[in-house]
């Protein structure tokens, strides 16, 4: 593939924001921390150009972040993929601790889940029957 061709098939940062749900200043972010896996390239001119591989990268990151990863750990990882072959054990333990904490924080949802859909069905049928008033109420004396 020549210069040119290869050009033509980078992407701009604005492209790589649209692609990935980050912002321009994210994308920026995430450059400067170092959690790329490769160098982003540069035009002539400076501006940044992205690869198809940088832009699937960004979207595990995404995923990896909105499900709670520590920085530190994405930064970790990434610089264990920057290593290149060898550490995949390392990378998998840090993936499996990072699962583990997604599934106890799972967990937690839905026992939280079960009780806020237990007070909608109270609420619930205490409106239909019209006995709603007084439900827990703070301000009620005692009778």
């Excluded at 020549?2 to 749900?21: D, K, P, Y």
């Excluded at 972010?29 to 790329?36: I, V």
Aim: net charge positive.
């Amino acid at each position: 593939m020549t210069t040119t061709e290869a050009a033509a098939r980078s992407l701009s940062i604005g492209e790589v924001a649209g692609r990935t749900g980050l912002s321009v200043h994210a994308l920026r972010f995430y450059e400067r921390e170092g959690l790329l896996v490769g160098p982003v390239r540069r035009t002539s001119g400076g501006r940044r150009r992205y690869t198809s591989a940088d832009v699937d990268w960004l979207l595990i990151c995404v995923k990896l972040r909105e499900s709670g990863m520590p920085l530190a750990d994405l930064k970790h990882f990434a610089h264990l993929v920057r290593q290149g072959p060898g550490n995949e054990a390392e990378r998998l333990r840090l993936l499996d601790a990072h699962r583990q904490r997604v599934d106890a924080r799972i967990q937690a949802l839905q026992e939280c889940r079960s009780v806020i859909t237990w007070k909608v069905d109270v609420y619930a049928d205490h409106l239909a029957r019209g006995e709603a008033r007084g439900l827990w109420d703070p301000t009620a004396e005692d009778e």
